[in-house]
């Protein structure tokens, strides 16, 4: 995988993370912009190795700061309301008696 790809992943990981930990969007809102601008100090780095070294240690923040209870939408698989209230199956009606 090339760079490029890998850090547009890594900065929404890094974004769907912070979302996880934070109570209110607003106080979200401060933390992205706070982690666009860690992704932007290093936009302009061009020696691959050094490019590598980053995306290993933004890998590394990453699995240490990940929540142990992520954030998922209640009606999101997992969540609490998944398949609650399902709609009845669509059923054919029986078969006209004959007598």
Not at 10 to 29: F, I
Not at 50 to 77: F, G, I, N, S, V
Request: glycine content about 4%; some cysteine; proline content about 12%.
């Amino acid at each position: 995988m090339s760079t490029r790809p890998a850090a547009l992943s890594l900065y929404r990981r890094s974004l769907k993370l912070a979302l996880d930990w934070s109570v209110h969007r607003s106080l979200w809102r401060g933390q992205a912009v706070y982690i666009r601008s860690l992704f932007e100090k290093n936009r302009d780095v061009s020696d691959p190795r050094l490019q590598r070294a980053l995306l290993k240690e933004t890998e590394k923040l990453l699995e240490k700061w990940k929540h142990p209870d992520p954030y998922c939408a209640p009606t999101a698989p997992g969540g609490s309301k998944y398949e609650r209230n399902l709609p009845a199956p669509h059923m054919d009606p029986p078969p006209p008696l004959k007598f």
